[in-house]
Each structure stands twice: as structure tokens, then as C-alpha cells.
């Protein structure tokens, strides 16, 4: 199947008492595809997240990610997908390699598989030297590559990526979006919150949400024109500015 | 006039100084400019913003802030500098105006006496008074923490990446309020991870690693660029940007937005055509400016 | 003083906003008191016992009417044989058996002595040991009264009143600690943690930045926690005189003026951990294990220090709680001055000056 949808969102909706974070939310997203989902801050886009990657219960809708219904499955969910975010990541106290068989532990690879899957990945990042060192002593762009590759390591169908690009230099955030396409071209879908409007451009397709619903779903060129812009940033304005609600 | 000036700092972290947040850094900033220090996280950014509103002692070098000396005048600086640290430090439990009546206090003023310079940006925030600080959007959140910083009317104000988390909407706001603020003579220093916002500066530092890459105006970093940038795009980027690292006339290829930039040896823009034409896809190829990210790669990769 | 107060009053709304952390604190020495004094007492209330009357004269009447008018004992029944008495043990309720044997009105009479058997259930043996404690006292007592009416000059009788606390009630022993204790948890703890939160969200940063003077800040942080050990101070003493009939026997003011210097004792402990802790829960650790363990264990409390090994009973001396603790036995339990008291009074305010010098010393006006 070309055209495998792996993420499918029909009206999804979450209601806190009577605050309603993400209001009838509807999207797919096919399997090896770079999904940018932007928003200002408080827009529902955590939220969003949340519920699709099984730790949150949604209030009314519909989603299946990975072939599994958020509602009965989540636990099916949880072992087909891979999260990172750039608050929370690898345990500085552990080596690299520590935190290499410790999250692939998790997800109950074999140690057969650890074992080969980590000198490749060292391989890939450079790090073989750095292997056994503790993470906290690596810089902050390493850190984040790392964190990204720990989160495939399981050859997850989807990975979600929290703003994984905060803080880092442009060379090593090129280097990160690199790695990430070379993911989507090995059929992992990749669903992507940034901060960062020239990392929108890098995505097949953005979807940008106001106030808790997606006003805007496109690739960039079509949103471009659509909105009359010259670039992302002009798109995001545009569209955030409208906001009602007060983030965070 | 120079607001701050700084020789020579070098500051090491660790029992052996092992790690080096700042080697011999040195530059100035003149009144009432509004000063950027660009550059990721990591860079030494804090460190200096630190070593210059007295709360670190460099290892060595010096400053002067306002004509006082960040060691021997330490009080004196600390009457006349408005600070906001990169978390922004409110108290979370204290309301709008009481956060505001409380930085007021201890800095011996009263927000009466200073209300003309904080009103631009207050009066955005006052309809929220009495909600507590910790209940405030990230934007609230800075517009007030910023009032702090600047109710006692501070000759230099230091603003630690006031953006970092920030969405686009707020940060674009940020900085029409920093530009007011300029106009009424205020001299500020900003740090930032995003490149873009460097356009918004009279001068930026760009900074790595703890050494400063270059200082200039925008205008100016961009004009020493001095190379030949082509941005191109295809319908296969990946593959685009594979063929564009292989080709001989290539010195430097990246993504950028849409396209990919492709910094060139010499001219060189008829070979890149002819070679990309080669790889039998379709292909759009234009010349560009650089802007400051495409310098600060160029300056880093040095 | 302007720029005082205004972090005093900052630092009363924090206090006042974090209900819980509030009412905990205010609630903490109520609950102390009333865990101490009725849940985890040692003493003895309306046991239950048997009695063994071979005698059934006048002596033995008027005996056990004594031992029932106590608030002690309650006889839950009359037994005849001896074999009753491990019947009845067996059944639980019953803990203690008084036998009193065959013509005791009349051994006290003309050879001036007469026995009285107890057995007890020693299979829990600190309450056995309570109960024989007792009712010995109560027989002793009952002894001494009948001394008295008679005139006897030579009657000998054995002299073991409980000196200061004739009940021998353990309020007298936990009053004092409890209130080393209160204190010690919301001055120093709170004091520490309070001050360690402002590093951590980064607002200390700016106060540095700003041109008030660092040691105020700090020392604004800890009057409203000593206004709260005030009120706790007081509930303390309320509760121990109304609830628990343990009267201040000495000079109130004398107390009370001890217990405010360890108070300031208490706080200065608080910022010198301040000075030294990174995150608030490091504040926390060295406040429980490096303090409250110390008091609950070395001060004399729980465990009495003269029956501490040479090595512990050195380590209580440094532990201030120690000092505090004798304080207030002997001026609200034993009624003593300060002439009695001034050796322990002067190890604190040195220990108070010593611990404030530290933090002091300690505290930087810049970040590191």
C-alpha cells in the first residue's frame, strides 16, 4: 500500500471541565511522512499529542495510530511509536550506551539486537569513542541527535518530536533534520511541533492549529499560496494572530 | 558614550576549569543601543549576561557597565541594571500587581513613579491584575516579567533569551516592544538561539562555543558573507541535497526553508546548472543573500 | 525598612496561599500533642483487673476501693481460685491479678505487715512493668495513709514517691519534645526549603541583581517563620496545660524567652542549610536525617541519654534539641529559675552565634 495512512484523526476532541483544549481535530497522516504540526502556545497542540500517542484519553472523536484505536489500545499504541522532546530525553548519568540498552530494553528487544543495532547507531553518529562516556559530558546538539536515534532505535512506525530542535546551532539542527529525513525515506513517520517557521519548510505537510481546532492543513508551498505569503512565518502569523485564547 | 564595555573575559566552570564558557571575550556597547548576542544554546550566553549584572566573577578580564566596575562597583551597578533571567523569575503564587509592587519595593521606587515607562507594556497585562503569574500564557508571562526589570528605570537592561519557548506571535511582539523601549534610551543587551531575530538589532555578537564569531550590524555580518550562495529545490530535497555535497563546485550545502542553499567555491552557477541537468530531474535554481544563518554556519564551520 | 517589610509581607503571602503547607504547619503540634498524649502513651488508663479477696475484711475493702477510685484500674472481677487467674489471662482483657491474702487486716494490725500478691501478663513486658509500677504506687500510698491515721511511731515504710511527676505521666517527657520538634521543623526546614525554592526558580537571581542587601532578603525569609514557631509555642502550651494537666510549674516568661532563642537556634540551622543546598530536596534530606532524627533520637526524648552509649552520649551534646529538651523539664516540669538552667541557656546562644556566623560566612552575594 502506497498510500497507508498510519495516523487517521476524525473530529477528535478534549474538554477540560469546560475548557475545550482541542476541539473537533480532524487529519491523516501517511506512513513515511514528515507531518509539521505548529501552534502558538496554549493552542492544543501538546494536548493533540498527548492523546495520540495513547497517555491521554480523548473526550469524544475518533484516532487510530498505527493501525490501533486510541480508546481500547494505547497500550498497542505506546509499543509502535517512539516520543522525544527536547525537555526530557536521555538520563545524563547514564552512559550513551546505558541509555541505549535501557530504552531498547523497554521495549523488549533482544539483546542480540541491542547490541548489534548500537555500534551502528554509534557508527552513524560518530560516537563510538564516546560510547561509554556519561551523556551529561556531551554538547547539547549531540545530546539531541543521540535522543533522536534512542527514540527509533525500536523501529517504531511513528515517532513523535516534541520541539526537538530548541536551543540548538544551525549546523547541528541541518545535521538533526538530515537524520530525520533519512527516517521518513526508511518508511518511519515522522509527526513534528517546532518553534522554528524554517523547519515547517522541511515538512511534507503543516497543519496549523488557533485556538484548540486546524485552521490551516497544506504543504508548505500550497499554504504559501493560499495565504498570500512569502513564507512560513508570514502563514503563521496570519493565522496565530486571530487567536482568542490566552496559551499555556 | 559606552554603556558596557567588556576586555578580555575568560570564564571556566569545573574543579580543574576544565570547561570553557568564555575565552577572552571582548567588546563594547554603546548608549541606547539595542545590543544582540546570538548564538546556540550552550555558547556562553548566560555566562557572560551573569558576569556583566555581577553574579559571576570571571576568571579573567574585566568590565565596566554604565562606567562602573563589575567587581569593585558591584552595588552601584546593581542600582542601575534591569535584569530578567532566562526562566522568567516571578513568583508564581503572587499576582500581576503584587510581583509588580514587590520589584518595585526593593528597588526603593513605586510603580507611580515610573508608570510612563512600563505603560506600553503593563497596560497589556494590567486587565489581568490579580491573576496570579503562575496562571499567565508564556507571553503574559514575559510582558511582565519585563515591567519587572524594567520599574526601577534602569540605565541598561540585560534580557537572557526572553524568546526561548516563546510561539512566533509573542516573539514578533517581543521585539516591537524592545525597539519602543530603545527609542526612550534605554541601552540593551538580548540574547537569543533564534538567528532570524538578529535583524531586529543595531549590532549583534554572534557567539560559539565561548568566542565570539563576529560583531557587526546586521547589515554588515551579512556583507562579509563574501561568497556566492544559489538556493535550489527539486521534488526530491534528499536526493537534491546529496548531488549538491558530491558536486566539485559546491563548497557548502545545507536545507534552508524551502530550498537548499549552496554555498559556491567561486562563481561557478553555469557548472552547478550543467551538473544538476546531468541528474535528469527537475530542478529550480536562483541566486540569493545570505542572511545571518547562512554567515553564522560559514563562520563556525571556519 | 520600606524594602523589609515588603519581603516580609511577599514572604506571608507565599505562606498564606500554600493552604496545605499552612495548615500543616499549624496543625502539625496539635496533632503531635494528641498522638503523643493519647495514642502513643505509655501509661495506663482504666485497666482492667482481677482481684483475689481472701480476706474480704476491712483492709482489703478499703484497698480496693483505692485501687478502683484511681483512674487506673477498673476490677472487672472478683476470683476465688488460683487457676482462674491463667484462665482469665488467656482471655486478654485482664492483665494484672491482685491477691490479697487470708487475714491481712489483722497481719497489718499486730505485726505491722501484710502481703499483697500481683501477677501480671508479662507477655508484653513494658505494660506488665506499668501496671505493677501502679499499683505498687497505689498500694504504697494507701500504706502511708493508714500510717498516718494510726500514729504508730514505729511503723517503717518504704519511701518511693515519683518525684515531680508522682503519676508518672509521659506528658511531662513528650511536651518538651514535641515542642523541640515543631520547631525545629518549621523554622529550619521550612526556613531552608523556602529559601533554596527562590534559587531554583531563578527569582534569587534577580533579588541579587537588585540593590537590596543579600542578608536582609535572607533574614526576611525567616520572621514569618518565627512568628509561626510563636503561635505553635503557644498552642503547645495551651494544649499541654488544658488537655493534658501538665501545668508550667516554673517562670512562664522564663519559657517562653528559652524557647524563642532556640527558635532563633532553629532558623539559623535553616539558612546555614540554605547556604549549603542545591535543590530543595537536598534541603529537605539534610534537614530530616541531619536534624530531626538527631532530636527524635540523641536529645533525651525518646531514649534517655544517661543510659547511651559513651559515643552517643558524646554526638547529643552538639545536637541543639538536647539542650532545649533539659530546659523545659526543668523549668516547666521541676519549676526551676534560671540559676538552674544558665549552663544550657549559654551552650545555645553560643550555638546560636556559632551557626549564624556560619550561614553568614557562607552566604554569597553572588551566584557561585
Known sequence: MVNEKVILVENLTKKFEDFTAVDHISFDVHKGEIFGFLGANGAGKTTAMRMLSG????????????????????????????????????????????????????YGKSSHF????????????????????????????????????????????????????????PVTRREFWHMIYEAAASGITVFVTTHYMDEAEYCDRVSIMVDGRIDALDTPQQLKKTFAAISMDEVFLKLARKATRAGD | MTAVK???????????????????????????????????????????????????????????????????????????VGYMPGRFSLYQDLSVKENL???????????????????????QIEPFKDRKAGKLSGGMKQKLALSCALIHSPSVLFLDEPTTGVDAVSRKEFWEMLKRLKEQGITILVSTPYMDEASMCDRVAL???????????????????????????????????????????????????????????????????????????????????????????????? | MKQFFAFVRKEFYHIFRDRRTMFILLAMPVVQIIIFGF????????????????????????????????????????????????????????KLAVILPPHFDEDLRHFNKAQVQLIADASDPNVANTLTNYASAIIIDYQ????????????????????YNPELKGAYNFVPGVMAMVLLLVCTMMTAITIVREKE?????????????????????????????????????????????????GSLVLLVGESLLFTLVSLALGLLISTKAGSQQTALFISLVGLLLPTVMLSGFMFPIENMPLPLRTVSNIVPARWYYSIVKSVMIKGIGLHAVWKETLILSGMLIFFLGLAIKNFKTRLA
Open chain 3, 39 to 94: 495514642a502513643l502513651t505509655n501509661e495506663v488508663k482504666n485497666s482492667k483487673i482481677a482481684i483475689w479477696d481472701q480476706s474480704k475484711d476491712v483492709a482489703t475493702a478499703s484497698l480496693i476501693t483505692q485501687l478502683e477510685a484511681s483512674r487506673y484500674f477498673e476490677v472487672e472481677q472478683s476470683i476465688n481460685t488460683a487457676k482462674e487467674i491463667e484462665s482469665i489471662f488467656q482471655k486478654g482483657e485482664v
Open chain 3, 144 to 163: 502511708n495513709r493508714i500510717t498516718d491515721e494510726r500514729k504508730l511511731p514505729y511503723t517503717i515504710t518504704t519511701e518511693m514517691r515519683m518525684l
Open chain 2, 6 to 80: 567588556i576586555n578580555n573575559v575568560v570564564k571556566t566552570y569545573g574543579k580543574k576549569k576544565e570547561v570553557t564558557a568564555l575565552s577572552d571575550i571582548s567588546f563594547s556597547v554603546s548608549k541606547g543601543e539595542l545590543f544582540g548576542i546570538i548564538g546556540p544554546d550552550g555558547a556562553g550566553k548566560t555566562s557572560l549576561f551573569r558576569i556583566l549584572t555581577t553574579l559571576l566573577l570571571a576568571d579573567k578580564g574585566g568590565a565596566t557597565v554604565d562606567g562602573f566596575d563589575i567587581v569593585k562597583d558591584y552595588k552601584a551597578i546593581r542600582q542601575r
Open chain 1, 114 to 169: 541491542i547490541k548489534e543495532k548500537t555500534e551502528l547507531v554509534l557508527d552513524e553518529l560518530h560516537l563510538t569513542a564516546e560510547g561509554d562516556k556519561l551523556v551529561k559530558s556531551l554538547p547539547l546538539g549531540w545530546k539531541q541527535k543521540l535522543a533522536f536515534s534512542v527514540a527509533i532505535f525500536h523501529e517504531p512506525r511513528i515517532v513523535f518530536l516534541d520541539e526537538p530542535t530548541g536551543g540548538v546551532d
Open chain 2, 207 to 302: 557567539i560559539q562555543s565561548g568566542r565570539i564569531l563576529s560583531i557587526n550590524t546586521p547589515k554588515g555580518i551579512v556583507e562579509t558573507f563574501g561568497k556566492k550562495l544559489l538556493a535550489v529545490k527539486s521534488n526530491d530535497m534528499l536526493r537534491l541535497l546529496h548531488d549538491l555535497k558530491q558536486c566539485e563546485e559546491v563548497q557548502d550545502a545545507y536545507p534552508f526553508g524551502e530550498y537548499h542553499h549552496a554555498v559556491m567555491k567561486s562563481d561557478g552557477r553555469q557548472e552547478l546548472n550543467n551538473y544538476l541537468l546531468k541528474k535528469g530531474y527537475g530542478f529550480e535554481l536562483r541566486e540569493t543573500e545570505a542572511n545571518i544563518e547562512d554567515c553564522f554556519m560559514q563562520l563556525m564551520k571556519e
Open chain 2, 101 to 123: 509592587d514587590f520589584f518595585a519595593t526593593i528597588f526603593n521606587t513605586s510603580v507611580e513613579e515610573n508608570y510612563e515607562l512600563i505603560k506600553d507594556i503593563y497596560s
Open chain 1, 55 to 106: 497517555l491521554s484519553m480523548p473526550t469524544s472523536g475518533k484516532a487510530m495510530v498505527a493501525g490501533f484505536d486510541v480508546y481500547r489500545e494505547n497500550e498497542k499504541i505506546k509499543r509502535n511509536i517512539g516520543y522525544m522532546s527536547q525537555k526530557f530525553s536521555l538520563y545524563e548519568d547514564l552512559t550513551v550506551r546505558e541509555n541505549i540498552r535501557f530504552y531498547a530494553g523497554i
Open chain 3, 201 to 249: 526558580t531563578g527569582t534569587m537571581e534577580v533579588m541579587l541583581v537588585s540593590p537590596a542587601n543579600p542578608l536582609k532578603i535572607v533574614i526576611a525569609k525567616a520572621v514569618p517563620y518565627f512568628l509561626l514557631s510563636a503561635v505553635n509555642i503557644i498552642t503547645i502550651l495551651l494544649l499541654s496545660v488544658f488537655v493534658l494537666d501538665v501545668p508550667v510549674n
